[in-house]
């Protein structure tokens, strides 16, 4: 009896609360990637340790039957066959915050600037599913980009996914830094998000240092995966990206997302499907990149008031070849979108920047995402640059045309000048609507072509110096009442006088 009792008190004393720990050993290693058998319990990303010569963290991705696929965020030289993995229980995160505003990171958060430690307080999932149509609201406040083409003719919504896409030629990764300088303008400023993959590092640093000179990255997050880093880190920058973004949204506030770009996210997907094994498609990519991208872009969105109405705007980047906008990836995303920008190297080898081909290009919110004033002016002009295009290609055919034709081709053409910005140059909203308002409404068709673009910067220097009561109330009013069009005509005379035009 007293033997007995003496195991019952040693049962009572024996401590249940710790679990065993899970273990599994690695099978192969090969290129970023590992194959382990043991974890039968992990779960989809969560994070994972190899206990190797350093320990090194990993994400496991493919779970199957008998052995996991993971893939090694580190050095996968430290890392061989036998090696013991363990289980954290931890879904894969990244440090989120207003802290990381102003820092370039790599896609696991960590600090790439050498500015020193990033002390965070907030973590966000890599991955997360989106918001629901009811936690959701119509797109109808703009993002301004600064581009006239695309604020008058493609317009853009907080909280829209609007793809760029074109050839390696073309000028969409510039536009898109061009409408991160552009927020600097604007007065419900969102924070920006940057997310570089596959780009060689003195690409990444010139575009660093253009959004420094430009006071850009006090509002702005790099995310970095150059082209030195390995494939996971490819595949994960986008979605570090997105939970970045996701933080500012769900805290009420305005952001804006740039993934530049996603043909090589789509790479880094498809090398790291086939070393796992995964069974491949269409151009060897595996079954589910079209999930990849739909999971990724479903997250940008505009939150309803009760979700505190914050927003996510997306401009994801596809690289097109030969200007093939029908190849796989391409497709894919233009389905997931809400508009795209089609960059047309055709146009941009006659010179004009940014070479947006307005036909191919679309916007699915339209005018709901402009301003009454730019909706006022932009109208006509859609209208008059689809008859120009058309009657451009008539020429082609015809030697000579009546006097009005002749006339229409002109205005077109001079509206098309007008349109050509510089890189590095996007333009308040309350200046794009004076000068896009002087084109439709006749100001421009007495003037030589080849002077559209000094009758451009004087009118805007001669509002800005003369009458610059009237640039504020387009900005704060965002609207032409009939005492603003008297004002804008007569300082449009007045800012013109030495070409002679009247107006119409």
């Not at 896609?107 to 020193?116: I, S």
């Not at 069974?279 to 999930?291: S, T, W």
């Not at 097109?320 to 146009?347: C, E, H, K, M, W």
Request: proline share 4%.
């Amino acid at each position: 009896m007293e033997i007995l009792d003496y195991l019952k008190k040693e049962i009572e004393n024996l401590d249940f609360s710790s679990q065993k720990e899970e273990v599994g050993q690695v099978i192969e290693v090969k290129d970023g990637t590992a194959k382990i058998s043991g974890l039968l319990d992990v779960c989809s990303m969560e994070i994972i340790k190899f206990e190797g010569e350093e320990e090194t963290l990993g994400i496991a991705l493919s779970l199957e039957e008998s052995e996991v696929g993971a893939i090694i965020l580190g050095k996968d030289s430290k890392i061989k066959q036998g090696d013991i993995v363990k289980r954290t229980g931890k879904v894969a995160s990244v440090p989120v915050g207003e802290e990381m505003i102003g820092r370039v990171i790599d896609p696991l958060g960590r600090p790439l600037d050498g500015k020193g430690k990033i002390n965070f307080k907030d973590s966000g999932l890599i991955e997360k599913i989106g918001p629901s149509v009811i936690e959701r609201e119509p797109v109808d406040y703009p993002l301004h980009t600064g581009i006239k083409i695309v604020d008058s003719l493609i317009p853009i919504g907080r909280g829209q996914r609007e793809l760029l896409l074109g050839d390696r030629i073309s000028t969409k990764s510039s536009l898109a830094i061009d409408v991160i300088l552009n927020q600097k303008n604007e007065a419900k400023r969102p924070v920006c998000i940057y997310v570089a993959i596959g780009q060689k590092r003195s690409k990444l640093a010139r575009t660093i240092e253009i959004l420094e000179k430009n006071g850009a990255m006090e509002y702005t997050i790099v995310v970095a995966a150059t082209s030195s880093d390995p494939a996971p880190f490819w595949y994960l920058a986008p979605y570090c990206g997105a939970a970045q973004g996701e933080y500012f949204m769900n805290a009420g506030k305005d952001a804006l997302v740039i993934y530049d770009d996603l043909t090589k996210h789509a790479w880094a997907w498809r090398e790291v499907a086939l070393i796992l094994r995964r069974p491949p498609g269409r151009e060897a990519y595996p079954g589910d990149i079209f999930y990849l991208h739909s999971r990724l872009l479903e997250r940008a969105a505009r939150l309803s008031k009760e979700k505190g109405g914050g927003s996510l705007t997306a401009l994801p980047i596809i690289e097109t070849q030969g200007g093939d906008i029908t190849a796989y990836i391409p497709t894919n995303v233009i389905s997931i979108t809400d508009g795209q920008l089609f960059f047309d190297a055709g146009l941009y080898l006659k010179g004009q920047r940014p070479e947006v081909n307005v036909g191919l290009s679309v916007s699915r919110v339209g005018s709901a995402a402009q301003t009454k004033a730019m909706k006022k002016i932009s109208s006509t002009l859609k209208l008059e640059l689809a008859q120009f295009k058309e009657l451009e290609a008539f020429l082609e055919f015809a030697e000579e045309v009546d006097q009005e034709t002749k006339e229409k081709i002109q205005r077109g053409q001079r509206m098309m000048m007008l349109l050509r910005q510089e890189e590095r140059a996007p333009l308040p909203f309350e200046k794009e609507v004076l000068v896009i308002f002087a084109a439709v409404k006749g100001w421009l068709d007495k003037i030589e072509l080849s002077q559209v673009k000094q009758a451009e910067n004087d009118i805007i220097e001669y509002f800005e110096s003369i009458k610059p009561g009237v640039l504020k109330e387009i900005k704060e009013s965002r609207d032409i009442s009939t005492e603003l069009r008297s004002e804008l005509e007569k300082g449009l005379r007045e800012a013109l006088q030495k070409y002679e035009v009247k107006g119409n």
